[in-house]
């Protein structure tokens, strides 16, 4: 099999797939869409950038084309849960831009923005339902949407939402759609948790895994600076200066750290926006649009923009700051050298973040190339080398719970569920989307 008419999708959606510029399948896809079309449950696994949403979101659709049956109201014949607005909004964007001769309908439902608009939309019914968990119990506990219509459930990146502290409401969630559906998980990394997610939600899948997980994306070329902390600033402004036609993503571990490192780099001619949880959802919009179009060219974000940024040209991913997970600088990265394309990635890693670059050298399996500075002793990481071991200015410290402030964002998709799941795992990282 080499291209998409030897996977048994059916013509109108194949003249879809040839529209919209897909000459032949990934991996992912080719393994992917004969099992889905042939009903079964699925665990995929694939680098970011390798086509996960085409792999499900393909068979997917042509099942609801064969099935021949309208939405009922309420109801929707199709769930897809993934963990940020962005990724809800990126994968409802690629399902429509293959249904354009058909009469299905996507629906998407996020936090951050008015929920009595999403209930007007909901009142017909619609074919696919993209949610973030939050919304949509939200929803759920309005009656706006009524789950046991569904047959067919997709969990995409859910290794994030299990991160994120979704596994109560994804359980709520399974329980709510028909128990007869067939059921697709796909992530780009492989915990522990997603095997016995799998075993809960799943029967008798099909495993398809066309790397190992935790690899990242084959043609980006990784380096690493070594140098203190307060010297990250003045660096990345002179690599962003010295690119000045380039694209680039550049991540921080906070929401205010995001936004300080964003005024700095407009400060110094930078043309630059920023992305994270203090954002309201037109803002986010807006500055990831600004990316696209080419008004800015640095897009400073919080792991909120790991998942679901599906921008082509970004040459650069910088991680001013190194993630509390190992498994976030995968998903960083793999917002570069996307769908075949070159990319780099760069790591600026201050002496006490030694411990987490470790970490992630071992989950990638590879040592990455010392590209200036000197190699800080494993010592200077001490109390940074476990999941949440910092406080919360970034810094060694103890195991003292900061204070949190309550959110009035608006944003429903961490809500009591990811508080009950962050007491649960009190070492666990904070979430700085």
């Known amino acids: 099999m080499t291209d998409f008419q030897s996977l048994g999708l059916s013509e109108g959606l194949l003249s879809a797939v040839s529209e919209n510029g897909y000459d032949a399948p990934t991996p992912i896809q080719l393994k992917s869409i004969p099992l889905i079309l042939d009903g079964r449950d699925l665990m995929g696994l694939a680098q970011t950038g390798t086509g996960k949403t085409a792999a499900f979101g393909l068979p997917l659709i042509d099942r609801l084309l064969d099935e021949n049956v309208r939405p009922q109201p309420k109801g929707t014949r199709a769930l897809i849960l993934a963990p940020t607005r962005e990724l809800v909004n990126q994968i409802a964007k690629n399902l429509i831009s293959f249904l354009k001769n058909t009469p299905l309908r996507v629906t998407s439902v996020v936090g951050g923005v ?42 995409d990146e859910a290794d994030q939402m299990l991160d994120l502290g979704f596994i109560h409401a994804l359980r709520r969630i399974a329980g709510l ?36 997980a935790g690899r990242t994306a084959d043609k980006v ?30 991540f921080c571990r906070t929401k205010h750290g995001a936004e300080r490192l964003m005024r700095k780099l407009a400060q110094n001619g930078v043309a630059a926006g920023s992305i994270h949880g203090n954002k309201s959802q037109n803002q986010r919009d807006k500055a990831i649009r600004d990316l696209r179009e080419g ?36 998903h960083r990265i793999g917002r570069t050298a996307r769908a075949g394309a070159e990319g780099e990635a760069v790591a600026l890693c201050a002496p006490e973040e030694i411990g987490l670059f470790r970490q992630i050298e071992k989950l990638i399996g590879i040592e990455i190339a010392v590209a200036s500075g000197e190699v800080p002793p494993l010592s200077a990481a001490a109390g940074r080398t476990k999941r949440g ?43 700085a989307a």
């Open 114 to 155: 008015s929920i009595n608009g999403q209930i007007k939309r909901l009142t017909r019914g619609t074919d696919i339902l993209v949610a973030t968990p939050g919304r949509l119990l939200d929803l759920v506990d309005r009656k706006a949407v009524d789950l046991g219509t569904a047959t067919h459930l997709v969990l």
């Open 177 to 212: 759609v028909r128990q007869d559906r067939q059921t697709l998980l796909f992530s780009a990394t492989m915990p522990k948790q997603i095997n016995e997610l799998a075993q809960s939600y799943l029967k008798d899948p099909e495993r398809v895994e066309v790397a190992p």
């Open 221 to 250: 070329t990784q380096s690493v600076h070594y140098m203190d902390q307060k010297t990250k600033g003045d660096f990345l402004l002179a690599q962003l200066q010295s690119k000045p036609d380039g694209m680039s993503l550049v």
């Open 295 to 330: 008004r800015i060219n640095v897009l400073v974000a919080t792991d909120v923009a790991a998942r679901g940024i599906d921008i082509p040209g970004v040459s650069h991913v910088y991680n001013f700051e190194l993630p509390e997970v190992a498994e976030a600088y995968v």
């Open 389 to 431: 071991g910092g406080n919360r200015n970034g810094k060694p410290g103890g195991n003292k719970k900061p204070f949190r402030k309550r959110s009035s964002s608006g944003d429903n998709d961490n809500r009591s569920q990811a508080k009950q799941q962050r007491r649960r795992r009190p070492n666990n990282r904070k979430s």
